[in-house]
């Protein structure tokens, strides 16, 4: 790899997409590549998402086209060559038929190999383009970037085995790679709190937890609220249920904020919205338990701040996350049990986690492992054979295992 052109996402205040170019520079720049950061222009000034969920309509289309019609331009003057790596965070990228339109019709010594993040979309019948119709075209899409990313030599990364899965069964041809994991930065995080030194010793935080996911149909935020019910049902001991929101709170469905609002005003949870990522990693300083139920979750930066800031995680043992955990059976909920989920946060209420630090450590490797994939000392990751469910069951990392 002679050269990286590095296409990233553009910033929204709400998501992770803030630090994502930052987190990748620091590690391009502790591997020494050579690195062009191609640029894109935003819509607006606001880093806010006005419609849509998980990034703006308009914003990332804009910023998507703007984004690919520069690196035309540094295609055009010769200074992408076949020895040289694309490598995109979103394969949805408006615009990316213009590398297939051109690839196809330069000499192949000039092919630059590509290589494209699948976050989710129509693969995952639980995405939201299923809940808005797009599915109907996205689909087709992606089978284009797939062609055009197998045509270059390069390949898709997905975040863990469980999605490499779901694009085998999708028909997808190009080669797949397991980064397993999200692309994450645990010191640039540690620094927003003022370093390691300032996290909130556990037994000196309020009896708190948290809920971080969008306030989406396919994050089942009902189930959260169920569970805060029960709690008030079963026991009398006082713990405030908080949903952490980047933006103003809101949802594809209109009950899950009809509900939110009224269990609010009940006092049965507290409503912090329109956080800034700092004010957000200051309540996770201060959170026992960060809590989560989605089905539409591949991996979750969520559960990397959490654990990175002294913070407890207990998840549903679905798709990504048992190998997001290591199949840690202490943190990990039977889905969809409400009594195990009520058990496992209580448990996690109490004290911190022995393996608590490892979850984060891992994912802040996943950068380095993207890295060693496209320069081609990744094959360890390579899922493109028909032995490919032969890693499902294997723990990533180390874990420490206490029996009870």
């Not at 269990?263 to 949870?269: I, N, P, V």
């Not at 991996?299 to 800031?309: F, H, I, P, R």
Request: charged share 25%; aromatic share 12%.
């Amino acid at each position: 790899m002679r050269k990286l052109f590095y296409m990233g996402l553009e910033a929204y205040q709400e998501r992770y997409t803030l630090q994502l170019t930052e987190w990748n520079r620091r590690v391009f720049d502790r591997r020494k590549l050579d690195v062009v950061y191609v640029p894109g222009v935003t819509i607006d000034n606001t880093q806010s998402i006005s419609v849509g969920q998980v990034l703006d309509a308009h914003g990332r289309s804009y910023f998507a086209m703007s984004q690919m019609m520069n690196l035309v331009q540094l295609m055009k003057n010769g200074e992408v060559t076949g020895e040289d790596v694309i490598y995109f965070e979103d394969m949805f990228q408006p615009g990316f038929e213009s590398l297939g339109y051109i690839i196809n019709q330069i000499p192949r010594e000039q092919v630059p190999r590509i290589y494209v993040r699948c976050l989710a979309q129509a693969i995952d019948p639980d995405d939201f383009v299923h809940v808005w119709g797009l599915n109907r075209w996205m689909d087709l899409y992606e089978k284009m970037v797939n062609e055009i990313v197998a045509f270059s030599g390069g390949a898709v990364l997905a975040t863990n085995e469980e999605m490499v899965a779901h694009m085998r069964i999708a028909g997808w041809t190009a080669p797949l790679y397991n980064i397993s994991g999200l692309a994450f930065g645990k010191s640039e995080v540690l620094e927003r709190i003022g370093g390691l030194e300032n996290i909130q010793p556990f037994d000196s935080r309020p009896r708190r937890v948290g809920f971080a996911a969008r306030f989406d149909q396919e994050k089942q935020p009902g189930f959260f609220m169920d569970l805060i019910e029960m709690y008030g049902e079963l026991t009398t001991e006082p713990c405030e249920f908080a949903i952490y929101s980047g933006g103003p709170l809101r949802s594809n469905n209109p009950a899950y904020i009809e509900r939110a609002r009224r269990m609010e005003a009940e006092g049965k949870l507290r409503i912090y919205e329109n956080l800034t990522k700092n004010q957000y990693y200051e309540l996770l300083n201060n959170t026992r338990v960060l809590f989560n139920c989605a089905l539409q979750d591949w991996v979750s930066n969520t559960v990397s701040e959490a654990d990175t800031l002294g913070c407890n995680v207990v998840y549903p043992a679905y798709r990504s996350f048992p190998e997001t955990f290591a199949n840690d059976p202490n943190r990990l909920y039977v889905p969809w049990s409400i009594d195990d989920a009520y058990h496992k946060m209580q448990n996690n209420l109490r004290e911190p986690h022995h393996n608590m630090g490892l979850i984060s450590d891992w994912n802040n490797g996943t950068i380095g492992r993207i890295i060693d994939i496209m320069s081609g000392s990744g094959e360890a990751w390579n899922r493109s054979g028909n032995r490919y469910r032969d890693h499902v069951a294997h723990e990533k990392y180390q874990v420490v295992k206490i029996e009870s």
